[in-house]
């Protein structure tokens, strides 16, 4: 069972931001630059995301990429458009208030792994004999070893329950969606990506 434990930094922090959300909301702006700042919020997540991860593009490199149209796309420009497109999916779920689900989860994990080899789309499943599934080190050793692929379903329903059932505060609950994902890493790939997303994804669902 997921259960946090608030103190006052962390309760003074939300009522900070719940102070600046008001104010936001106040804030009407155009509708032609609401979507201009919008689509340029994408391209700079797709390239921060990617980034984190090692992709080699710079920003410029990133939005040309995007913006391409028509042309065979290296891996490291695929993986930048594989990201925009996937906020753009969660754009229109958005709309549609669809709720974070394992359906969704997949489907973004997806998206965003476009083009990868079969196996590093969907759940992980079990190794190679003699082969340790784990996050690496530069110099070959691992830095993580994530739960047994067997244990991943049992503690996304876990996860998914907590979502549902909490009452706790959306900021909470948004960075315990980061934290566990991460954690119990249930895929081969683009785990670290489809966390930043999905849990972006809730704090739009809950106005943020």
């Known amino acids: 069972m997921?259960?946090?434990k608030?103190?006052?930094d962390i309760l003074n922090s939300i009522l900070a931001i719940?102070?600046?959300k008001n104010s936001l909301d106040l804030v009407k702006i155009p509708i032609d630059l609401s979507n201009k700042f919008r689509k340029n919020t994408k391209k700079r997540s797709s390239y921060a995301s990617n980034k984190i991860e090692g992709n080699p593009l710079t920003y410029e490199q990133a939005d040309a990429a995007i913006e391409a149209k028509n042309r065979h796309f290296l891996k490291?420009?695929?993986e930048i458009r594989n990201y925009?497109?996937?906020l753009g999916l969660l754009e229109r779920k958005l709309d549609a208030k669809e709720p974070l689900s394992l359906k969704l989860l997949l489907e973004i994990q997806k998206q965003i792994c476009e083009g990868e080899p079969k196996e590093k789309i969907g759940l992980r499943g079990a190794m190679p004999p003699g082969v340790l599934f784990a996050v690496?080190?530069?110099?070959?050793t691992p830095s993580y070893i994530p739960p047994e692929y067997s244990e991943v379903p049992a503690l996304l329903d876990e996860l998914f329950k907590y979502i549902d059932d909490s009452d706790d505060h959306p900021l909470i609950k948004a960075a315990i969606i980061h934290y566990q994902l991460v954690t119990i890493h249930p895929?081969?790939?683009g785990n670290g990506r489809t966390a930043r997303i999905v849990s972006g994804y809730y704090l739009s669902l809950n106005g943020y």
Do not use: M, R
Not at 136 to 140: K, L, R
């Open 2 to 4: 997921i259960k946090v």
């Open 76 to 78: 490291p420009e695929q």
């Open 136 to 140: 690496w080190n530069e110099d070959g």
């Open 84 to 86: 925009y497109l996937a």
């Open 6 to 8: 608030l103190d006052s």
């Open 187 to 189: 895929f081969e790939d």
């Open 18 to 20: 719940e102070k600046n």
